[in-house]
């Protein structure tokens, strides 16, 4: 994993969201998990060194930032919207599909049980431990659950989904509005340090990049809208967006998928349906014509 400061690592090689940790002088803070229960497993095993895992924190509601709360013992602290997804998810649907990320997934995910939240704020909520000070911040943008996670001490801040740093964004639940107020907050954050939903590290030089990208793909599918394009004209039609960033790991030839469902979101948003009770979320994506 990659050592961000002396006492916080984190890790976005790994297929699903960046995830990471922060030693204290009282035990270990997670941040998010792993999507792939191997990753969790090695996650686990080098986390053990580092002394005693005192919380996970998940970031939002989409499961590849808690599907590997599971192979962890330890109580989650969440927006209470994550709560209710995970309460809401097909955990058999969830698990098949988990288990096609590998070999070695099937055997892990025998007997899974979902490690929910136990501990909810919904504006946010500060966790002192040892002698690091965690602020949760709610965020809405990307989710209407999001929050960013600042870690004092050490000046990084978990932004989650609402930036994806240099790869493709996914907008397929997003308020593009919030989204914006989201990014100006991150802005005003004291933190320097950015650990992304999904893509290298950055700082705040991103944010220009990130907003500018949400702002296009609102006004592209506002242009379908107002020369008369159906929703199903605008989700077929509406894909040059495809290749203005690569995928992120282990989401290759996905890139149309995700562009229809950007492109679904927004129409519903931008014509006054929004959210759509029947929208894809990131666990039915496998669902959608040209996704195989």
């Known amino acids: 994993m990659q050592q961000v400061t002396s006492n916080v690592f984190a890790e976005t090689k790994c297929r ?3 995830f990471g940790y922060l030693v204290t002088s009282e035990g270990v803070v997670m941040f ?3 999507h792939k229960p191997s990753d969790a497993v090695a996650l686990k095993a080098e986390m053990e060194s ?38 809401s998810t097909d955990m058999a649907e969830h698990v098949r599909r988990v288990g096609l990320f ?25 966790l002192h431990v040892g002698n690091h000070t965690i602020e ?29 740093r240099s790869v493709q964004t996914w907008i397929h639940e997003g308020n593009p509005d919030l989204w914006m107020t989201a990014l100006e907050s991150l802005r005003k954050l004291d933190e320097d340090i950015f650990v992304p939903g999904h893509g290298e590290l950055c700082d705040k030089g991103y944010l220009n990049e990130q907003s500018a990208l949400v702002q296009e793909w609102k006004e592209y599918v506002k242009g379908g809208i107002e020369r008369g394009m159906t929703k199903d004209e605008a989700i077929s039609n509406l894909t040059d967006l495809t290749d203005r960033y690569p995928m992120d790991v282990g989401q290759d030839g996905m890139a149309p998928v995700v ?9 519903d948003y931008l014509t006054g349906s929004w959210p759509s009770p029947g929208a894809p979320n990131f666990a039915t994506y496998a669902n959608w014509p040209g996704s195989r």
């Open 136 to 164: 949760m911040i709610h965020m809405p943008g990307h989710t209407l659950y999001q929050a960013a996670v600042c870690i004092k001490e050490e000046g990084v801040a978990w932004t989650s989904d609402n930036i994806f």
């Open 102 to 126: 590998g070999p070695d997934e099937p055997a892990l995910l025998e007997g899974y049980e979902a490690n929910a939240p136990m501990i909810t704020f919904k504006n946010g909520m500060t």
């Open 259 to 267: 562009m229809r469902m950007n492109v679904a979101n927004l129409y």
């Open 16 to 18: 699903g969201c960046n």
């Open 50 to 87: 580092k002394g005693p895992l005192r919380y996970i924190i998940n970031t939002e509601p989409h499961a590849d930032h808690w599907s590997g709360n599971a192979f962890f013992n330890a109580p989650v602290v969440a927006h209470e919207g994550v709560l209710n997804r995970i309460q």
């Open 32 to 34: 998010d998990s792993p």
